[in-house]
């Protein structure tokens, strides 16, 4: 079956720096790969997601690259703000999805 | 606003009590989940369900069962909690296979 792993498990930034999560998969089959966002106390939230078919994808200050040959799957953030402390899980699915350990992404003000 | 609701944000039972989550989802998705997400583990497939009267296991079923008699309402039964059950629990619906899963604010279940 699918498995996927994230790294690193814990980021910290400074306010207005970038930060990137890196997501593996092992399945070559998945083609669809989202990314969430946990709030403290709340279920996790699709931020962005990207379907095999496509290399990358922007949302404002939230982007995701696919690499489908060496199968890994990034989230970039630019200009982070306080608000974007949280934990981020990626995910991968071809017919039940997979989600990775998680990240806690800390911004500093 | 679309929504996933969970019945209880906190709940504390002891070992061998009989333990109802419940989940119920006001977007008529067919398909319901029950996820367990514990630190460094991320979120673990418990049972899923595509149709009413449906389930199917997931990744880590024993000691799980879940009942769906309505489309919007996807129950986890623990028959007989143990310590080792202790662990946020996270219901979510979706429309269908490779859509956007919607997450209920999650259950932090504690057996003593």
Known sequence: ?109 | DVKVTQSSRYLVKRTGEKVFLECVQDMDHENMFWYRQDPGLGLRLIYFSYDVKMKEKGDIPEGYSVSREKKERFSLILESASTNQTSMYLCASDRGRGYEQFFGPGTRLTVL
């Open chain 1, 1 to 109: 079956g699918e498995n996927v792993e994230q790294h690193p498990s814990t980021l910290s930034v400074q306010e207005g720096d970038s930060a990137v999560i890196k997501c593996t998969y092992s399945d070559s089959a998945s083609n669809y790969f989202p990314w969430y966002k946990q709030e403290l106390g709340k279920g996790p939230q699709l931020i962005i997601d990207i379907r095999s078919n496509v290399g990358e994808k922007k949302d404002q200050r939230i982007a995701v690259t696919l690499n489908k040959t060496a199968k890994h799957f990034s989230l970039h953030i630019t200009e982070t703000q306080p608000e974007d402390s949280a934990v981020y899980f990626c995910a991968a699915m071809q017919y039940d999805m997979r989600f990775g350990a998680g990240t806690r992404l800390t911004v500093k003000p």
